[in-house]
């Protein structure tokens, strides 16, 4: 293994231990009655004090909310009594990154659902090694999550992780399909099972909070090249609206966005409402196994 290698390595493990810090602590933090801003806050700044970067915002997802949920500038939301909340982080270093999530079950109703894709994730990872396709790792995630009485969430994939890219190819499939991707030594991925009691299946809902760009173009309104300036900053990678200087925001990333320049990332949520799991972790592909980064 070359020296570079190990350096690039290092820097997703110590991404990893950052994150997996800032996850234990904010998952502490998700009760009856906090406000959701104030966590997601704690974790954006956690993890600068620690000595990375988000990879993308803190998502706080609830209930049949699967991904892609962030609080708003000033959000007063708080959370609720019976809320079973997605945590979901990304830590870089230098552009490399981990990216793990954890369910919380306010209520404790929940314990099976939560336990259905936490094991999903723990039988993948006992299977992952060099060598493993992506199907084997598809097969184990939907088997497990449906012996629990479980449907997977379809249309949602674990993925690779590259510099500065936080949805690198191949998809891993949190269900066994056809054609599949062979993992080799050294690979970064981020395994992450969603379960569901509702029919399997996210559509989109609501209002985009989480933004990245696409491809920066010349753009002629004050504004807009401003906000450009400042999105540039994050390489590529998501962004939360609230991250942003307010100052005739809405009308300046509207302008990039028809301009092809961002896309946004609208909420995901379960078609039929049915609560939603996650369990994610980012692991480094070995010869004999695996290494969890973000354990
Ligand atoms: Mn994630
Ligand atoms: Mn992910």
Same mark, same amino acid.
């Given at each position: 293994? *070359?020296?570079?290698?190990?350096?690039?390595?290092?820097?997703?493990? /110590?991404?990893?231990? =950052?994150?997996?810090?800032?996850?234990?602590?904010?998952? *502490?933090?998700?009760?009856?009655?906090?406000?959701?801003?104030?966590?997601?806050?704690?974790?954006?700044?956690?993890?600068?004090?620690?000595?990375?970067?988000?990879?993308?915002?803190?998502?706080?997802?609830?209930?049949?909310?699967?991904?892609?949920?962030?609080?708003?500038?000033?959000?007063?939301?708080?959370?609720?009594?019976?809320?079973?909340?997605?945590?979901?982080?990304?830590?870089?270093?230098?552009?490399? =990154? *981990?990216?793990?999530?954890?369910?919380?079950?306010?209520?404790?109703?929940?314990?099976?659902?939560?336990?259905? /894709?936490?094991?999903?994730? &723990?039988?993948?990872?006992?299977?992952?090694?060099?060598?493993?396709?992506? =199907?084997?790792?598809?097969?184990?995630?939907?088997?497990?999550?449906?012996?629990?009485?479980?449907?997977?969430?379809?249309?949602? !994939?674990?993925?690779?992780?590259?510099?500065?890219? /936080?949805?690198?190819?191949?998809?891993?499939? &949190?269900?066994?399909?056809?054609?599949?991707?062979?993992?080799?030594? &050294?690979?970064?991925?981020?395994?992450?099972?969603?379960?569901?009691?509702?029919?399997?299946?996210?559509?989109?809902?609501? &209002?985009?909070?989480?933004? /990245?760009?696409?491809?920066?173009?010349?753009?002629?309104?004050?504004?807009?090249?401003?906000?450009?300036?400042?999105?540039?900053?994050?390489?590529?990678?998501?962004?939360?609206?609230?991250?942003?200087?307010?100052?005739?925001?809405?009308?300046?990333?509207?302008?990039?966005?028809?301009?092809? =320049?961002?896309?946004?990332?609208?909420?995901?949520?379960?078609?039929?409402?049915?609560?939603?799991?996650?369990?994610?972790? !980012?692991?480094?592909?070995?010869?004999?196994?695996?290494?969890? !980064?973000?354990?």
């Amino acid at each position: 293994m *070359g020296e570079e290698i190990e350096l690039i390595l290092e820097k997703y493990r /110590s991404a990893g231990r =950052i994150l997996a810090e800032v996850r234990a602590e904010a998952a *502490g933090l998700i009760k009856e009655g906090s406000p959701l801003l104030e966590v997601a806050e704690f974790v954006e700044s956690g993890i600068r004090d620690k000595g990375g970067e988000p990879a993308f915002p803190c998502n706080l997802s609830r209930n049949e909310e699967a991904a892609h949920a962030t609080p708003l500038v000033e959000d007063k939301a708080v959370f609720g009594k019976g809320d079973l909340v997605k945590l979901d982080i990304g830590v870089h270093i230098d552009g490399y =990154i *981990g990216d793990s999530a954890v369910t919380v079950d306010l209520s404790g109703d929940h314990e099976a659902l939560v336990k259905a /894709s936490e094991a999903a994730l &723990n039988e993948a990872i006992k299977i992952v090694r060099d060598g493993v396709s992506t =199907i084997e790792i598809g097969e184990v995630i939907e088997n497990t999550i449906r012996e629990q009485g479980y449907k997977p969430v379809v249309n949602l !994939t674990g993925h690779g992780l590259g510099r500065y890219n /936080s949805h690198a190819p191949p998809s891993i499939p &949190n269900v066994k399909y056809e054609h599949g991707v062979i993992l080799r030594e &050294n690979d970064v991925i981020a395994i992450e099972p969603f379960a569901t009691d509702g029919g399997g299946k996210v559509v989109e809902s609501g &209002n985009a909070e989480i933004f /990245s760009l696409l491809k920066s173009k010349p753009v002629r309104m004050r504004e807009a090249k401003a906000l450009l300036d400042k999105i540039k900053t994050y390489q590529g990678l998501p962004f939360a609206k609230r991250w942003l200087p307010h100052e005739r925001l809405d009308l300046a990333l509207r302008a990039l966005e028809n301009a092809g =320049i961002v896309r946004d990332y609208p909420v995901l949520r379960e078609e039929e409402k049915g609560f939603v799991s996650q369990a994610e972790h !980012t692991l480094i592909i070995k010869k004999d196994g695996c290494e969890v !980064t973000t354990k």
